[in-house]
């Protein structure tokens, strides 16, 4: 089946420094990946979408420069935290559909514990 | 401006009972609806879907119910199983869409 790799799984940094989260489709292409991120006790919130060969479509309320996102090919798309504050300690989740249109299922990593010091 | 809600964020249910969650949506644009189901540190997991052309879909120990008038669905688990404690997420969708709107979430705990 259809998966979905996400690394690291969990990352400590120094505030400051910056984040880089990769999100790779293992068994199919993916054109468009989404990024989200969950607050504890939270839903699930979307960050941005990310799409091969353009730029990313950023939700209302996300710093752009601050979560960078760069889809360089069919499989991988990553997110980078820049300048990290103790803010942005998260769970930061990918997903990628392997279907075209929003009713295949989003298939979804297995998220990155960001804890920033 | 909270489109999918699951107003319980936890539930109890023995096992082998019945556990019904439950998910409201407020925009009517929405049709077409998934569960997913998320353990700790791990990303969500795709259980169920159905569309707003059907009221019930069914998959082994898992049914879903849509009310379109209600703007309400459940996703029933019978029997229920230790194993199905976690977290359960509804997310809706529409035509043309690529991203899903989810809820808050409801937190189940299966009791032996």
């Known amino acids: 089946g259809a998966v979905v790799s996400q690394h690291p799984s969990r990352v400590i940094c120094k505030s400051g420094t910056s984040v880089k989260i990769e999100c790779r489709s293992l068994?199919?292409?993916?054109?468009?990946m989404f990024w989200y991120r969950q607050f504890p006790k939270k839903s699930l919130m979307l960050m941005a979408t990310s799409n091969e060969g353009s730029k990313a479509t950023y939700e209302q309320g996300v710093e752009k420069d601050k979560f960078l996102i760069n889809h360089a090919s069919l499989t991988l798309s990553t997110l980078t935290v820049t300048s990290a504050h103790p803010e942005d300690s998260s769970f930061y989740i990918c997903?990628?559909?392997?279907?075209?249109?929003?009713?295949?299922?989003?298939?979804f990593g297995n998220g990155t514990r960001l804890t920033v010091t | 401006d909270q489109q999918v809600k699951q107003n319980s964020p936890s539930l109890s249910v023995q096992e082998g009972r019945i556990s019904i969650l439950n998910c409201d949506y407020t925009?009517?644009?929405?049709?077409?609806f998934l569960w997913y189901k998320k353990y700790p540190a791990e990303g969500p997991t795709f259980l169920i879907s159905?569309?707003?052309?059907?009221d019930k879909n069914e998959d082994g120990r898992f049914t879903v119910f849509l009310n379109k008038s209600a703007k309400h669905l459940s996703l029933h688990i019978v029997p229920s199983q230790p194993g199905d404690s976690a977290v359960y997420f509804c997310?809706?969708?529409?035509?043309?869409?690529?991203?899903?709107?989810f809820g808050q979430g409801t937190r189940l705990t299966i009791n032996p």
């Open positions: 925009n009517s644009m929405f049709d077409y």
């Open positions: 159905i569309s707003s052309i059907k």
């Open positions: 997310a809706a969708t529409f035509q043309g869409a690529q991203k899903l709107v």
């Open positions: 068994d199919f292409q993916a054109t468009t």
């Open positions: 997903s990628a559909r392997t279907g075209q249109g929003g009713y295949s299922p989003l298939h």
